[in-house]
């Protein structure tokens, strides 16, 4: 069975950096398009970026173009998040999921075989 597990969360002062992982068991990632989603408190699971299987091409929201990075590295079954630059706004709980892939390129329009999540929390 196809599984992800988030790691690496946790309270972080503004300015500062994490770097999440998404670990997959079960079956191989190389295959698969990944994408992180995030939900704050109160507010709706939003998709913030993608990384395509093959080529990885990679997406981002323009909330946070420029201080997140996605990779994989398919060796390790595991795709990161590096988040720099965090603002008290970016403070949800992270998860990663399976993309489609539409026109080559992934997706965050809808995601499957969901993580647990990961706890951002970016006071200070």
């Known amino acids: 069975q196809f599984q992800l597990a988030e790691s690496g969360g946790g309270l972080v002062q503004p300015g500062g950096s994490l770097t999440l992982s998404c670990v997959a068991s079960g079956r191989s990632l190389d295959s698969r398009a990944i994408g992180w989603w995030r939900q704050a408190p109160g507010k709706g699971r939003e998709g913030i970026s993608c990384?395509?299987?093959?080529?990885?091409?990679?997406y981002y929201k323009d909330s946070v173009k420029g201080r997140f990075t996605i990779s994989r590295d398919n060796a390790k079954n595991t795709v990161y998040l590096q988040m720099n630059n965090l603002k008290p706004e970016d403070t949800a709980v992270y998860y990663c999921a399976v993309t489609p892939t539409i026109a080559g390129m992934c997706s965050i329009r809808s995601g499957g075989s969901w993580g647990q999540g990961t706890q951002v929390t970016v006071s200070s």
């Open positions: 990384i395509n299987s093959v080529d990885a091409r990679t």
